[in-house]
């Protein structure tokens, strides 16, 4: 039987504050065990927790960029369930109605756009974390850290509309992109500010009822997500065609050993018991918050990337590239602002971006906020190539300085002598003498073999010492054989 794959992702994305959801306790990341913490977020009797209007700003940006209905009156809600992660055994979340309600996301797929329909987001406090090992030392007890727990969360709940692997993992990849477009999240998969859980199931083609779906917990990154999707739609088809039954349950993604575990039976909205949260009285937005929300959007990648291509006449990959995050956006216009020429050098520094830097970042395996090369001497750079002080071979020379050392090419172009010789009278000289001692190639040149010139132009950079700027060389020396 041929088989429809059906996913819904669920995204937790920790909220970009400086102080948790309900307390003044930092969100740092890294800090020592349970340093970032108090009697509210530890869940202290009698404390009582002040809502952080800075995460509810988030989440209704994040919904303005993705054309959610921004719902004005909301209260908060207890989640009843068995947390051995949060010293309250409840979590303060939203249930009905959300922040957002019904957004929209657009995604290309072997060069189709599809818009993935996205229910809510939702305001929430996150979990503390079990270490179950500490250094290589693996316990056989839990330890409890409650940095993590109440820091601000927004929940964004897909529909299930994502019919393949790839789907979902360009989903996540354009949501991660707008997220950090706006700067309301840093979505650091390895800190876990940003986590995802898949929703599964499959059916016949062209039935209409959804199967059982299948959740899946534990993946740390977007290719784990594809893959644990691939293997779970995989695991279902064989279930089904062995006769058995599907179960609606929560699975792991085991990543070393490429299969989902059965971890436990899952819960559904009854089994949460939610009811309205008494320590937090419901708010009101007026449209005068939204509004100035609204107001201060950046310019999203869509938006960018159209007007790359229109003002500085990008073709469709080298904009696709130079938009994928905000800080590649902003390496490449902050290197253009920078440059002498800024619609000469849109091309080449773009190039320069997209293969010497990248394979130098990658290769690193650093990000582009990291990079040794700042905006403003990559522009130099590409200044002095497109004034002729430098070649296309001797500034990748200078570009391995200028990454070593984060040095100032013009700072390296004057300490090694390495400037282009652009001076004619200087080159004629060259070449001059390039002739003499080439007799064989200059009768094959007047013998109608007009290529017989690149042995003479080797010599002359030979000559020169790499520093004859080529096109003045090929220039000159043909004027000379023509002679």
């Known amino acids: 039987m041929n088989y429809e794959t059906v996913i819904g992702l669920e995204v937790h994305a920790q909220i970009n504050t400086k102080s948790k959801i309900f307390c003044e306790c930092s969100t740092e990341f890294g800090a020592e065990p349970n340093s970032n913490t108090c009697c509210v977020c530890t869940s202290q009797p009698g404390a009582l927790p002040a809502l952080n209007k800075k995460a509810v700003e988030a989440i209704v940006k994040t919904g303005l960029a993705m054309d959610f209905k921004i719902n004005k009156q909301c209260t908060f809600a207890r989640k009843q369930y068995f947390y051995p992660d949060v010293p309250k055994d409840y979590q303060v979340t939203q249930f009905e109605p959300p922040l957002c309600s019904m957004g929209k996301l657009a995604i290309v797929v072997d060069g189709k756009e599809k818009v993935i329909n996205i229910t809510r987001i939702h305001l929430e406090e996150d979990a503390g974390k079990l270490v179950h090992e500490v250094g290589s030392r693996k316990l056989d007890y839990s330890l409890l850290d409650l940095n993590r727990g109440s820091i601000g969360l927004m929940e964004i709940v897909s529909e299930p509309e994502m019919r393949s692997p790839e789907e979902a993992y360009q989903y996540l990849t354009e949501l991660k992109n707008i997220i950090e477009y706006l700067g309301t999240s840093n979505c650091n998969m390895e800190e876990g500010r940003m986590r995802c859980d898949a929703n599964v199931s499959i059916r016949p083609v062209g039935q209409q009822e959804l199967g059982t779906r299948v959740e899946i917990k534990n993946m740390n990154s977007f290719t784990g997500v594809r893959d644990a999707i691939t293997y779970e739609v995989e695991r279902q088809k064989e279930v089904l065609a062995a006769g058995g039954k599907i179960h609606q349950e929560t699975r792991l993604w085991e990543a070393e050993e490429g299969i989902t575990k059965s971890m436990r039976s899952k819960e559904g909205a009854l089994d949460y018991r939610y009811f309205p949260e008494p320590d937090l009285v419901p708010f009101d937005l007026p449209d005068s918050f939204i509004e100035e929300m609204r107001a201060q959007l950046p310019e999203l990648p869509k938006a960018k990337k159209a007007r790359f291509l229109k003002e500085y006449g990008l ?169």
Do not use: H
């Open 315 to 483: 073709s469709e990959y080298d904009a696709d590239y130079l938009t994928s995050t905000r800080a590649i956006a902003d390496y490449y216009e902050g290197a253009l602002n920078a440059s002498k020429d800024k619609k000469a050098a849109a091309k080449p520094v773009a190039n320069w971006i997209s293969t010497e830097l990248n394979g130098k970042l990658n290769a690193s395996k650093k990000e582009i906020s990291d990079s040794p090369v700042s905006s403003a001497n990559l522009a130099k750079l590409v200044d002095m190539i497109l004034g002729g002080t430098l070649s296309g071979k001797m500034a990748k020379t200078v570009f391995e300085e200028m990454y070593e050392n984060s040095a100032d090419p013009e700072a390296v172009v004057k300490e090694k002598g390495m400037a282009q010789i652009s001076d004619e009278s200087a080159i004629i000289k060259i070449c001059e003498e390039a002739i003499a001692e080439s007799p064989k190639a200059v009768e094959e040149f007047k013998a109608g073999k007009e290529r017989a010139v690149g042995a003479i132009v080797g010599l002359v950079m030979k000559k020169s010492k790499g520093q004859a700027n080529p096109q003045i060389v090929n220039k000159i020396l043909v004027e000379l054989l023509k002679k």
